[in-house]
């Protein structure tokens, strides 16, 4: 079946670096993929919508400078934390869709990635 | 209100028994509607997703949607220790059909032997 993979699965980093997150459709292409993040006891929370080929459309109080999506191609995302602080630290979870399952589609998710900023 | 609300946690119920999870939402537009478990550490994976007004059923998990109620329900049936996990009420927002999910703030499950 189709998969999302996300890479890395885990990582830390000291507060004030930069922290790239990758996200690729492995048997499907994916024009839309979605970042989402989940804090401690908390539900996911949509991030933005990662668009190929375009700018990412990111949601309300969510910094675009800070959480730079790139698209490059329809089978990979890329989310990079830039200048992380320990506030960042949180579990981040990117998701597709089939192109041909556009329409009452559930989410294919990646694995996620479990930031620990210090 | 929020969009997508779930029954206050956590549920535990014996081995064995039924768990009855519940979820209401706010857009009378939405169409899409789905069950997501997630284990605790990990993405959540899709269970069940249901359209049309009615009972879905798919093993032992059954999904409920009353649209006039804006409510939706999962069952599961013949609880298993396994079932334990945190379980996510998601609808699309804006009451498309179109990727983007609100999700409830999920009800913790524990299924006991």
């Known amino acids: 079946g189709a998969v999302v993979s996300q890479h890395p699965s885990w990582v830390i980093c000291k507060s004030g670096t930069s922290v790239k997150i990758e996200c690729r459709s492995l048997?499907?292409?994916?024009?839309?993929m979605f970042w989402y993040r989940q804090f401690p006891k908390q539900s996911l929370m949509l991030m933005a919508t990662?668009?190929?080929?375009?700018?990412?459309?990111?949601e309300q109080g969510v910094e675009k400078d800070k959480f730079l999506i790139n698209h490059a191609s329809l089978t990979l995302s890329t989310l990079t934390v830039t200048s992380a602080h320990p506030e960042d630290s949180s579990f981040y979870i990117c998701?597709?869709?089939?192109?041909?399952?556009?329409?009452?589609?559930?989410?294919?998710f990646g694995n996620g990635t479990r930031l620990t900023v210090t | 209100q929020k969009e997508v609300e779930q029954n206050s946690g956590p549920l535990s119920v014996p081995e064995g028994a039924i768990a009855s999870l519940n979820c209401t939402y706010s857009?009378?537009?939405?169409?899409?509607f789905f069950w997501y478990r997630q284990y605790s550490g990990k993405s959540p994976e899709l269970i069940m997703s249901?359209?049309?007004?009615g009972d879905k059923e798919d093993g032992r998990f059954t999904a409920q949607l009353n649209k006039a109620s804006q409510y939706v329900s999962l069952l599961i049936r013949d609880s298993q220790p396994s079932d334990s996990a945190t379980y996510l009420c998601?609808?699309?927002?804006?009451?498309?059909?179109?990727?983007?999910?609100?999700f409830g703030q999920g009800t913790i499950l524990t299924v006991h032997p």
């Open positions: 857009d009378r537009v939405s169409q899409s």
């Open positions: 048997d499907f292409q994916a024009t839309t």
């Open positions: 998701s597709a869709l089939l192109i041909r399952d556009r329409d009452n589609s559930p989410l294919h």
């Open positions: 249901i359209y049309s007004n």
């Open positions: 990662s668009n190929e080929g375009s700018k990412a459309t990111y």
């Open positions: 998601a609808v699309p927002a804006g009451g498309t059909s179109y990727g983007k999910l609100t």
